[in-house]
């Protein structure tokens, strides 16, 4: 244990299964936000989101808008979904977040985007 990135050792411990059982568990019935819709999103059902089993990824790519340290030189990454129904008012990200583009991406792709 103490292996740098800390998901390793989540991985090596058999947390990380675990958290991915807990997660996959929110969605049939689906409980992941606070309407609890109830869809069956395993089975591809889709929730009041708009969104079913994968995520949808609105927008991601490099972000250079934070300080130094934690942009470094390839910048600190984000990701933004689609399929957010909250509603907020003052939503920095409504056109990306609100609507239901983008695309459906697994998890290991969404494990790409984030790590590559």
Same mark, same amino acid.
Not at 27 to 54: D, K, Q, S, T, Y
Not at 58 to 85: D, I, K, M, Q
Not at 92 to 99: E, K, V, W, Y
């Given at each position: 244990?103490?292996?740098?990135?800390?998901?390793?050792?989540? *991985?090596? =411990? %058999?947390?990380?299964?675990?958290?991915?059982?807990?997660?996959?568990?929110?969605?049939?019935?689906?409980?992941?936000?606070?309407?609890?819709?109830?869809?069956?999103?395993? @089975?591809?059902?889709?929730?009041?989101? %708009? /969104?079913?089993?994968?995520?949808?990824?609105?927008? @991601? %790519?490099?972000? $250079?808008?934070?300080?130094?340290?934690? /942009?470094? *030189?390839?910048? =600190? %990454?984000? /990701? $933004?979904? @689609?399929?957010?129904?909250?509603?907020? /008012?003052?939503?920095?990200? @409504?056109?990306? =977040?609100?609507?239901?583009?983008?695309?459906?991406? =697994?998890?290991?792709?969404?494990?790409?985007?984030?790590?590559?």
């Amino acid at each position: 244990m103490g292996s740098w990135p800390a998901y390793l050792d989540l *991985h090596a =411990s %058999g947390e990380l299964a675990r958290r991915v059982e807990a997660a996959l568990a929110l969605l049939n019935p689906c409980r992941v936000c606070p309407r609890h819709c109830g869809a069956n999103r395993l @089975a591809g059902e889709i929730g009041f989101c %708009g /969104v079913g089993r994968w995520a949808l990824v609105g927008s @991601a %790519g490099p972000h $250079f808008g934070e300080e130094r340290p934690l /942009v470094g *030189h390839g910048g =600190s %990454g984000t /990701v $933004f979904f @689609a399929g957010c129904n909250l509603g907020c /008012v003052f939503c920095q990200n @409504a056109d990306l =977040s609100h609507g239901r583009g983008g695309g459906q991406v =697994s998890a290991q792709e969404l494990a790409n985007i984030m790590v590559g």
